[in-house]
Protein backbone atom coordinates (compact mmCIF):
# COMPACT_ATOMS: atom_id res chain seq x y z
CA UNK A 1 0.00 0.00 0.00
CA UNK A 2 1.32 3.41 -1.08
CA UNK A 3 1.33 6.01 1.91
CA UNK A 4 2.08 10.04 1.98
CA UNK A 5 3.43 11.65 4.64
CA UNK A 6 3.57 15.57 4.52
CA UNK A 7 5.60 17.92 7.18
CA UNK A 8 6.35 22.05 7.22
CA UNK A 9 3.15 23.19 7.60
CA UNK A 10 3.01 25.94 10.07
CA UNK A 11 1.86 29.55 11.58
CA UNK A 12 3.96 32.38 9.86
CA UNK A 13 3.10 36.00 9.41
CA UNK A 14 2.18 37.01 5.85
CA UNK A 15 4.93 37.90 3.62
CA UNK A 16 6.82 34.83 5.27
CA UNK A 17 8.20 31.31 3.99
CA UNK A 18 7.27 27.28 4.46
CA UNK A 19 8.40 24.60 2.46
CA UNK A 20 6.45 21.60 2.34
CA UNK A 21 7.98 18.33 2.00
CA UNK A 22 5.94 14.54 0.76
CA UNK A 23 7.42 11.17 1.23
CA UNK A 24 5.61 8.52 -0.41
CA UNK A 25 6.54 5.02 0.36
CA UNK A 26 5.43 1.23 -0.42
CA UNK A 27 5.63 -0.19 -4.07
CA UNK A 28 5.23 2.16 -6.74
CA UNK A 29 5.79 0.96 -10.67
CA UNK A 30 5.39 4.12 -12.66
CA UNK A 31 4.27 7.83 -11.37
CA UNK A 32 2.32 9.62 -13.61
CA UNK A 33 2.08 13.16 -11.50
CA UNK A 34 2.84 14.52 -8.26
CA UNK A 35 1.37 17.56 -6.59
CA UNK A 36 0.06 19.79 -3.90
CA UNK A 37 -3.86 20.76 -3.26
CA UNK A 38 -5.28 22.47 -0.51
CA UNK A 39 -8.79 23.05 0.99
CA UNK A 40 -9.57 26.25 3.08
CA UNK A 41 -12.86 26.44 5.44
CA UNK A 42 -16.11 26.51 3.91
CA UNK A 43 -14.17 26.27 0.52
CA UNK A 44 -13.64 23.34 -2.03
CA UNK A 45 -10.20 21.22 -2.71
CA UNK A 46 -8.39 22.95 -5.11
CA UNK A 47 -5.59 21.94 -7.09
CA UNK A 48 -1.93 24.34 -5.92
CA UNK A 49 0.09 22.84 -8.45
CA UNK A 50 1.84 20.15 -9.61
CA UNK A 51 4.71 18.19 -11.49
CA UNK A 52 4.71 15.59 -14.34
CA UNK A 53 7.26 12.80 -14.29
CA UNK A 54 8.60 14.79 -17.29
CA UNK A 55 9.00 17.62 -15.12
CA UNK A 56 6.59 19.59 -16.62
CA UNK A 57 5.05 22.18 -13.40
CA UNK A 58 1.33 23.66 -13.83
CA UNK A 59 0.17 26.16 -10.93
CA UNK A 60 -3.04 27.81 -10.02
CA UNK A 61 -2.91 31.49 -10.97
CA UNK A 62 -3.23 32.62 -7.60
CA UNK A 63 0.44 31.33 -6.51
CA UNK A 64 2.54 31.75 -9.83
CA UNK A 65 5.04 33.53 -8.91
CA UNK A 66 5.47 32.86 -5.21
CA UNK A 67 4.90 28.95 -4.82
CA UNK A 68 7.27 26.69 -6.40
CA UNK A 69 6.99 22.82 -6.62
CA UNK A 70 9.77 20.53 -7.18
CA UNK A 71 10.69 16.77 -6.48
CA UNK A 72 13.36 15.42 -4.51
CA UNK A 73 16.25 12.95 -5.80
CA UNK A 74 15.04 10.02 -5.02
CA UNK A 75 11.36 11.09 -7.27
CA UNK A 76 9.35 9.60 -4.59
CA UNK A 77 9.54 13.43 -2.29
CA UNK A 78 7.84 15.82 -3.57
CA UNK A 79 8.18 19.38 -2.38
CA UNK A 80 6.37 22.95 -2.03
CA UNK A 81 8.16 25.80 -1.51
CA UNK A 82 5.55 28.48 -0.28
CA UNK A 83 7.15 32.82 -0.37
CA UNK A 84 5.54 35.75 -0.11
CA UNK A 85 2.52 34.17 1.62
CA UNK A 86 -1.18 36.02 2.08
CA UNK A 87 -3.89 35.51 4.31
CA UNK A 88 -5.37 34.00 1.44
CA UNK A 89 -3.59 30.80 1.48
CA UNK A 90 -4.42 29.81 4.83
CA UNK A 91 -5.83 26.12 4.33
CA UNK A 92 -5.16 22.28 4.58
CA UNK A 93 -2.39 21.72 2.39
CA UNK A 94 -2.73 17.54 0.57
CA UNK A 95 0.07 15.62 -0.86
CA UNK A 96 -1.45 13.82 -4.14
CA UNK A 97 0.03 11.16 -6.15
CA UNK A 98 -1.33 9.56 -9.18
CA UNK A 99 0.58 6.01 -10.42
CA UNK A 100 0.50 3.98 -12.92
CA UNK A 101 0.35 -0.16 -12.29
CA UNK A 102 2.28 -2.70 -14.21
CA UNK A 103 -1.42 -3.68 -15.75
CA UNK A 104 -1.27 0.05 -16.66
CA UNK A 105 -4.22 1.24 -14.36
CA UNK A 106 -3.85 4.14 -12.84
CA UNK A 107 -3.96 4.73 -8.85
CA UNK A 108 -4.28 7.89 -6.88
CA UNK A 109 -3.42 8.39 -3.48
CA UNK A 110 -3.58 11.40 -1.03
CA UNK A 111 -1.44 12.31 2.16
CA UNK A 112 -3.60 13.56 5.76
CA UNK A 113 -3.17 16.97 5.03
CA UNK A 114 -1.01 19.78 6.56
CA UNK A 115 -2.11 22.99 7.74
CA UNK A 116 -0.69 26.16 6.90
CA UNK A 117 -1.60 29.14 8.63
CA UNK A 118 -0.81 33.30 7.29
CA UNK A 119 -1.64 35.82 9.83
CA UNK A 120 -1.75 39.64 8.42
Known amino acids: QVRLVESGGGLVQAGESLRLSCVAS????????QGWYRQAPGKQRELVAD???????TYVDSVKGRLTISRGDAKNTVYLQMNSLKPEDTAVYFC??????????????WGQGTQVTVSS
Open 51 to 57: ITSGGTT
Open 96 to 109: NLRTRTVLGDTREY
Open 26 to 33: GVIFSINT
